[in-house]
């Protein structure tokens, strides 16, 4: 059984700062497999599609434009932990952030095997 716990998120005025964390358990999620699999986060917000923020691999992060230059997405493999580094936050990153693995990762939710339950993070004008 895998399970992914998102942590983190919260109520934060505009400008403010959030770092969401993501722990991974499970058989699946041994210390040298999870260091296996890329790990992302998505966001959805009320009435949208459900979308890419952010993914890394071993050492390689990609972002969506909306995110790059604000948000940091890293990984501590000895922890099975994935983190998001969240700056300068604007009412429109307002959603439900979901942590997601797979084990070849790309931009879309479906290519995603795991997920977490979902943390909110509300930005207040």
């Known amino acids: 059984q895998v399970q992914l716990v998102e942590s983190g998120g919260g109520l934060v005025q505009t400008g403010g700062s959030l770092r969401l964390s993501c722990a991974a358990s499970g058989r699946t999620f041994s210390s040298y497999t999870f260091s296996s699999y890329a790990m992302a986060w998505f966001r959805q917000a009320p009435g949208k599609e459900r979308e890419f923020v952010a993914r890394i691999s071993s050492i390689v992060t990609y972002a969506a434009d909306s995110v790059k230059g604000r948000f940091t997405i890293s990984r501590d493999n000895a922890k099975n932990t994935v983190y998001l580094q969240m700056n300068s936050l604007k009412p429109e990153d307002t959603a439900v952030y979901y942590c997601?693995?797979?084990?070849?990762?790309?931009?879309?939710?479906?290519?995603?095997?795991?997920w977490g339950q979902g943390t909110q993070v509300t930005v207040s004008s």
């Open positions: 997601a693995a797979s084990r070849y990762g790309s931009r879309s939710p479906n290519d995603y095997d795991y």
